[in-house]
């Protein structure tokens, strides 16, 4: 089984409608992150997570929250989905105190209409 | 701001040739991590390096880190098109600091 999984892994969806994206963990690590990847572009942090009770913004968080339900579970949500958020969105996991190796999921392709 | 600088962005080779990427920066890392994704999938962890002037290899792959910390490369030996995917480093500043992915080279190789 996956160590890091998302759900779902394909969405379409109409501009102005509300979208949660869902990452679950069995690693047992308390940091999780959500990154966002469009072409040419690699990767850009939304936000991240150090424990249950810690939620900071990454560089592109405008248009996005998030939630840390339990250290497993790490949700982002698109209040008011746009064409532009159009991407591939990644949550991965990473062991507190080390080097900050990260643990990818699949990812979701959200495509926005 | 970009604080790290991958080269090439995109590299398109023949099935055996040897090939380069860089990962450069004008800060200093306590280690430097390397990932591949595949279409489709998530970025996968290939290796970490941690000491100035460390060479890893990892069959065909060899990574070394530069002596003041700041620069990585990757080298591919006899590349095969099962190397073909997104090549990423990230850097750690050690501590509860979190990672700095680079912009990422792009790698095809062709049969």
């Not at chain 1, 679950?24 to 850009?44: A, E, F, V």
């Not at chain 2, 398109?12 to 991590?33: A, D, P, R």
């Not at chain 2, 100035?52 to 700041?70: H, I, Y």
């Amino acid at each position: 089984d996956a160590d890091v999984t998302q759900t779902p892994r394909n969405r379409i969806t109409k501009t102005g409608k509300r979208i949660m994206l869902e990452c679950s963990q069995t690693k047992g690590h308390d940091r999780m992150y959500w990154y966002r990847q469009d072409p040419g572009l690699g990767l850009r942090l939304i936000y991240y997570s150090f424990d249950v009770k810690d939620i900071n913004k990454g560089e592109i968080s405008d248009g996005y929250s998030v939630s840390r339900q339990a250290q497993a579970k790490f949700s982002l949500s698109l209040e008011s989905a746009i064409p532009n958020q159009t991407a591939l969105y990644f949550c991965a996991t990473s062991d507190l105190g080390g080097r900050d190796e990260q643990f990818f999921g699949p990812g979701t392709r959200l495509t926005v209409l | 701001t970009q604080l790290l600088e991958q080269s090439p962005q995109f590299l398109s080779i023949q099935e055996g040739e040897n090939l380069t990427v860089y990962c450069n920066s004008s800060s200093v890392f306590s280690s430097l991590q390397w990932y591949r994704q595949e279409p489709g999938e998530g970025p996968v962890l290939l290796v970490t390096v941690v000491t100035g002037g460390e060479v890893k290899k990892l069959k065909r792959l060899t990574f070394q880190f530069g002596d003041a910390r700041k620069d990585s490369s990757l080298h591919i030996t006899a590349a095969q098109p099962g190397d073909t995917g997104l090549y990423l480093c990230a850097g750690h500043r050690g501590g509860y600091q979190k990672v700095t992915f680079g912009t990422g080279t792009k790698l095809q190789v062709i049969p």
